[in-house]
């Protein structure tokens, strides 16, 4: 709370006299200890921040629990029809369609090979 101290008195409100060891009252705050102006000029703008970030609150973005892309659907579809793989992989398989369509924008043809690639190998 230093700023808001009256810089003349370091917040006392009172200046000591060395001289004559009394002490008198601090010209720049009037005995408050406090800057007047800047207390002022903090209370006229305290209300406006918190204002301006509600106004302005980003929607909540939710992040997708499945893929975007129709080719991202399809692949899924293939991946959790698939009968001999685990849910576990099915999962980490989907998971991987999601995060490649995030990275990419979309499935790319490398991408759904491969994972068809995956279904193959656990059918055979
Ligand atoms: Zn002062």
Do not use: W
């Not at 002490?23 to 921040?49: E, I, M, Q």
């Not at 995060?99 to 068809?116: D, N, P, W």
């Amino acid at each position: 709370m230093s700023i808001e101290s009256c810089g003349v008195c370091g917040g006392d409100g009172r200046i000591a006299n060395s001289f004559s060891g009394s002490t008198a009252t601090c010209p720049g705050c009037h005995g408050t200890g406090r800057r007047s102006d800047d207390a002022l000029f903090r209370d006229v703008t305290k209300t406006k921040p918190s204002h301006y970030r509600q106004a302005n609150k980003p929607a909540a973005v939710e992040k997708p629990s499945g893929p975007a892309t129709f080719e991202g659907t399809q692949l899924a579809k293939e991946v959790s029809e698939c009968p001999n793989l685990s849910s576990g992989t099915k999962a980490k398989l989907t998971l991987e369609i999601v995060e490649h369509e995030a990275t990419h924008g979309k499935c790319t043809q490398t991408f759904i090979k491969k994972v068809r690639k995956q279904l193959r190998a656990a059918g055979s």
